[in-house]
């Protein structure tokens, strides 16, 4: 049933968007709606959202969708009793399709009712306490021992300088070293537990004065800054609760109106 109203969406959102042109072929406009079917095996995906080079294979993909369908009507299948059969059966799927995005629309969600649900499910929205570190990576101690002593009397924009120039030439963390050893923020949970460890117990500006060892070799840290634990905000967590709240209500609205339907229907098992 999920998959069916999530589905059900999917047609009526197409037909409302802006009817932007992509192209032309043989005089006919290749437009949103006709870039949504060839989307439609990733629902939610918007043209705009794909790479450049990605966007063109879906467009090219549409040109030939379109000049198919059109060699397909000049073969005349229209007239044919299989093609009227599937184009009621279409046309059920439609209207519903339709029917259903109207009710969509027309469910509202509270404020009252969006404080209520960040309020009771406030876990949700924790933000763990987090750490923005480089690293350089090496395979023995004595390597690692040689880089801190190099970096020990070293400060602020000297010692990050150094830090990111030894970290492109010694790192065996290819990809973090061609960027200075940046790893961007994390939080505790999302690194090995000595690594964690030894870059959360660090200072801003600060670097591990031993190797840190782990599974992957030996690692010196240079802690670029901290976040300490908190929370998204309810005007910033509000859209996808809204979103949340009134997919739960469409669905229930859909749920009832069928179990009111079939239990006035007659209906036989075969």
């Known amino acids: 049933m999920n998959k069916v109203l999530f589905g059900a969406l999917s047609l009526a959102a197409a037909v409302s968007l802006n009817a932007a042109v992509y192209a032309t072929v043989d005089g006919m406009n290749i437009e949103d709606k006709d870039v949504a079917i060839t989307l439609g095996a990733m629902p939610g995906v918007h043209l705009q959202q794909l790479p450049a080079d990605t966007q063109r294979k ?14 397909a009507k000049k073969s005349g299948v229209e007239k044919e009793a299989q093609f ?8 059920d799927a439609i209207m519903l399709d339709i029917w259903m995005k109207k009710i969509y629309d027309d469910i509202k969600v509270s404020e009252a009712d969006i404080k209520a649900f960040y309020d009771k499910n406030k876990e ?3 933000i763990p306490a987090q750490a923005k570190a480089k690293h350089i990576l090496v395979a023995d101690e004595k390597a690692a021992n040689e880089i801190i002593a190099q970096l020990k009397n070293l400060k602020g924009d000297a010692l990050v300088a150094k830090f990111m120039e030894l970290a492109k030439s010694k790192s065996i963390d290819q990809g973090s070293g061609a960027n200075g050893g940046e790893l961007g ?3 505790q949970s999302q690194m090995v537990k000595p690594f964690a460890d030894a870059a959360f117990a660090l200072k801003k500006g600060e670097i591990t004065t031993k190797p840190v060892q782990s599974q992957f070799g030996y690692h010196v ?9 908190g929370a998204v905000p309810l005007n910033e967590a509000k859209g996808q609760i809204e979103a949340g709240l009134k997919m739960e209500k469409f669905r229930d ?9 079939r239990s006035k229907a007659k209906i036989e098992y075969k």
């Open 84 to 91: 009227k059969e599937a184009l009621e059966e279409a046309k």
């Open 58 to 71: 879906v467009i090219d993909e549409t040109i030939s969708r379109k000049l198919l369908a059109k060699e």
């Open 221 to 229: 840290i240079l802690k670029e800054d901290s976040k300490v634990a």
């Open 253 to 261: 609205e859909m749920r009832k109106r069928g179990d009111a339907l």
């Open 124 to 126: 949700q929205f924790s």
């Open 185 to 187: 923020w994390f939080g």
